[in-house]
């Protein structure tokens, strides 16, 4: 009989969960509502007793499973410890202690982000990488740093905030995170559309945006729009390449990296983002660092899941 | 009777050694010259030669030696190898599998301001953090970043190129990595000289430093006339503190790190350096990653040998 683990992927709105053997097959997955009633206090509960029924179904006696890995939205840093997360009510507590107590298996624990990032270099677009950065192009932009193999979670578990690297002196703007001037600003799906208006407003360039009502603009339509040639559109992926190649080169600089990974909504859009990012990435980047390969991410909404499960074989 | 660990640290004229114990006292230290001559491919038998001949004058047996550390002015992985060392006529070799050969204990390697981190955490201005920013602001700037206790040293070590980060767009003299608008190019001993000579001749502010020949400013000149409260000189600083506090802050951003150690020549100005640096800083950083104490190294031209020991001893 096998070994298995258990990768468990914490949201604001469900708990995603898998199953894998050591060798990464994700033999099954599932999810559970997360309650975030009484400032969180059943999430991890709840992810124990899901845990707990799998095992029944599935046969599986406690020592076959190595562990479980567990990946939440705050800072988490090296040993499992969260430093707050808004969305799920939760407050600074051992989550690794918590949910071991809870199942007798050994737990490990990581922000969502890094965990992703983890994932990617597992079995995703960053195979056979040691070191690579992540980047998640969604609502925000999201990141996860892959030092040695491992995540660079931080002294506080906020390593690899690379959505709230200050990228723009001249913002007015605020950030979520109460700067001016963030990648994300210009860089997330909300971000794109923020450039999209801007440029509209700031010429008289004839273009196929111009006839869709402007709350109705998003990042998709953006790069559709590019990819029919759309002068306008154009501009604004330039504008979107500056900052994002900018900000990737200033991270490379400092990490070193293999590989860079792009996922999120954002990176939909294709191969076709890399274009507009080289030119200024390799323009910023150290010479010693600037050989990256770029690569998309290929496990989507799963990210999380691998990259828990695999916390626990590192 | 006790162990020992040699620290080695390779400069472009001398090499520098170390005999520690392995509470990282310093028992002896000494110099050789580098002999740099045919591809420099005396410097380490050169190194063997001088630590066994310390071991048979201080009676120290092979097995009483844990290893040998040694840092090198290149970039240097976390397996030992070197891409390439211009300074010491060196291409790209395995430092480790070299020296362990020719002295049968083994050997770990690092590059120079990695290990000279390292040591600043060990023994120097970083004491008891695991998650250090080190920054030596010399004739260039170098940098190292400790996460978690070890060197980040990337995937062709040339992590915390800390000198190379991208910070100002409007930049057009080169820096000697053929890039523009590095950090090097404002915040080095010749980067502040560089500031200075700009400010007197864009403005016609008084300044004490108009009464000295411009070849001989100096970074201890301008900070010395800063703290005689001469306002060209204080503009200067505030130029100074903006660039070096907005690049710590993006480091700090991606790092997470619980202190930030700042060394070198410039550093010699004080504390004094911390009230320009700081606005910026926390202007920049990622609220997460604000926590940060800041303090001056301590170890000065020791720190490569604390540094290369404690490699051996990690």
Same mark, same amino acid.
């Given at each position: 009989m096998g070994k298995y683990v258990f990768g468990v992927d914490v949201g604001g709105t469900t708990v995603k969960l898998g199953l894998f053997d050591v060798e990464g097959n994700l033999l099954d997955k599932w999810e559970i509502p997360t309650?975030? #009633?009484?400032?969180? @206090?059943?999430i991890l509960p709840d992810v124990a007793a899901s845990i707990k029924a799998k095992m029944a179904e599935k046969n599986v006696f406690k020592d076959d499973v190595i562990g479980v890995g567990l990946g939440a939205p705050g800072p988490v840093d090296g040993e499992g410890m969260?430093?707050?997360a808004v969305n799920l009510g939760w407050g600074t507590f051992s989550i690794r202690d918590t949910l071991m107590e809870l199942l007798d298996i050994p737990v490990k624990a990581g922000n969502d982000a890094n965990v992703a990032a983890l994932g990617e270099m597992w079995k995703g677009g960053?195979?056979?990488?040691k070191n690579l950065v992540a980047v998640t192009l969604g609502t925000g932009v999201g990141g996860g740093i892959i030092v040695n193999g491992s995540i660079l979670a931080g002294a506080l578990g906020a390593g690899g905030e690379i959505g709230h690297l200050?990228? @723009? #002196?001249? @913002?007015?703007e605020r950030c979520n995170c109460g700067?001016?001037?963030?990648l994300e600003e210009y860089t997330s799906a909300t971000g794109v559309v923020r450039l999209a208006k801007r440029m509209l407003h700031s010429c008289d360039t004839p273009s196929m945006l111009r006839k869709i009502p402007e709350e109705k603009i998003s990042a998709k339509k953006v790069f559709d729009a590019v990819k029919d040639g759309d002068e306008l559109a154009i501009k604004i992926a330039e504008q979107f390449g500056e900052y994002l190649g900018k900000g990737l080169g200033v991270i490379a600089t400092i990490i070193n990296p293999e590989m860079i990974v792009i996922g999120g909504g954002?990176?939909?859009?294709?191969?076709?983002l890399f274009e507009y990012i080289s030119p200024y990435f390799y323009k910023t980047v150290f010479k010693g660092c600037g050989n990256v390969k770029f690569a998309l991410a290929t496990l989507g909404n799963d990210a999380g899941i691998y990259g828990s499960a695999k916390l626990v074989l590192e």
């Open positions: 309650r975030k #009633d009484n400032g969180g @206090e059943n969260v430093y707050g960053g195979q056979g990488c200050h990228i @723009e #002196d001249n @913002e007015t700067n001016t001037g963030c954002v990176s939909k859009a294709g191969k076709i």
